[in-house]
């Protein structure tokens, strides 16, 4: 059984499904996930990415359609279609409940991409030292850590790194989006939650139309993700610009793109690894950042930062966010060579850092040992 909750776990766990079924063509593959794992052959007994919140307090909402597939899942897990193993994606808050559920009923459990217990809620390693039987870590910083806190992991490298191998040249990615010409190409990453959009996208667009007042010949492209809808991009004003929106391909937006502004997330990840300088944005409620912001324990939310260790990229959040802030350091960066060079070169040190190709497959095998013992 396989369990993603979001876009990129749903990525993620294609990525995975995929290697299954090369190594293991008789296996069953059922769970929760999205359109990318419905088309490596997981059987979705619930499709939740669209149910994906962000924050803490913005996730009341949710809370019934997610509750109901932990219901139908769990009922899974001790029934007479239980699984051999549970590989739980990401999402933390559902997918730690279900490790408990799997457990309880002798399910052995795999977290793959498993909590940012290194940024925030160390405590969360007490509960997977009991529910979780093995961890697949994706950042070489990751198994010092859970071994020390006695909880076995293994490291197979960031599942990116085998998605972006088909991510297109920078060439096809313009053709493909029909960007020709020498005019700067700026690319709008606004997130796959809807709550994200509907908090960054304002901004991004005005900042854009600044943007387009000191070099009125710039394009401007917005990836649009599966989980949001086209009329949330809309909905966010912006009146002065021609943007551009483009469905399901974000990875050509990045490749064409001269810079980005994306939202904290693994697209942070992705840009970073294709070699695209970018801007980072986030934006919670109010009261959620004054809730689980004393919780954070590193300084920075990129992963591209958090991974190098240090800021490579600028981060504009919550109060720092304003469209003349993001539109000032868009500039900075645009009409600055160095600087980019600068992004680039290390960029080029993380993707090192996270593995090299095969990770669904060194994943898989980890998988299909532990179903077989």
């Not at 999205?34 to 994906?52: C, H, I, K, P, Q």
């Not at 409620?285 to 990129?302: K, M, N, Y």
């Amino acid at each position: 059984m396989l369990v993603a909750g979001e876009a990129s776990g749903d990525l993620h766990g294609a990525t995975l499904a995929r290697a299954l079924r090369a190594l293991a063509p008789g296996t069953r593959l059922y769970g929760m996930g999205g359109r990318a794992m419905a088309a490596e052959g997981v059987e979705l007994l619930v499709d939740a990415t669209g149910e994906a919140t962000v924050g803490g307090t913005e996730a009341v909402k949710g809370v019934p359609a997610l509750y109901r597939a932990y219901r139908r899942l769990r009922a899974t897990l001790g029934g007479p279609d239980r699984p051999d193993a549970l590989v739980i994606i990401d999402f933390p808050e559902f997918n730690l409940r279900l490790a408990r559920a799997a457990r309880r009923a002798g399910v052995a459990v795999v977290y793959f991409i498993p909590p940012q217990v290194w940024a925030w809620r160390p405590w969360r390693l007490r509960l997977m030292r009991r529910v979780v039987s093995l961890v697949l870590a994706v950042f070489p910083f990751e198994p010092p850590l859970y071994r020390r806190a006695g909880v076995p992991v293994a490291f197979v490298g960031h599942p990116l790194v085998d998605a972006l191998v088909e991510a297109p040249s920078r060439d096809d990615a313009r053709k493909r989006l029909g960007l020709d010409g020498d005019a700067p190409v700026i690319g709008l990453l606004p997130g796959s939650r809807r709550l994200e959009v509907e908090r960054v996208m304002p901004v991004m667009r005005q900042a854009a139309e600044l943007l387009a007042a000191r070099h009125p010949a710039a394009r401007f492209v917005i990836a649009q993700a599966p989980t949001v809808a086209r009329g949330t991009l809309e909905a966010s004003g912006g009146g002065g610009v021609a943007f551009t929106i483009v469905p399901s391909s974000a990875y050509a937006v990045m490749r064409a793109a001269d810079l980005l502004l994306v939202t904290s997330g693994t697209a942070t990840l992705e840009a970073a690894l294709l070699g695209t300088p970018m801007i980072v944005c986030y934006r919670l409620s109010r009261l959620t950042a004054a809730l689980f912001g004393p919780l954070v324990r590193v300084p920075w939310i990129s992963l591209a930062n958090i991974t190098l260790g240090r800021a490579v990229v600028p981060e504009l959040y919550q109060r720092r966010l304003s469209a003349p802030a993001l539109a000032r350091e868009a500039l900075a960066l645009l009409e600055s060579p160095a600087a980019l060079a600068a992004q680039r070169e290390a960029f080029a040190e993380l993707a090192g850092q996270l593995g090299v190709p095969g990770v669904g497959a060194r994943a898989a095998r980890q998988v299909l040992q532990l179903a077989a013992s």
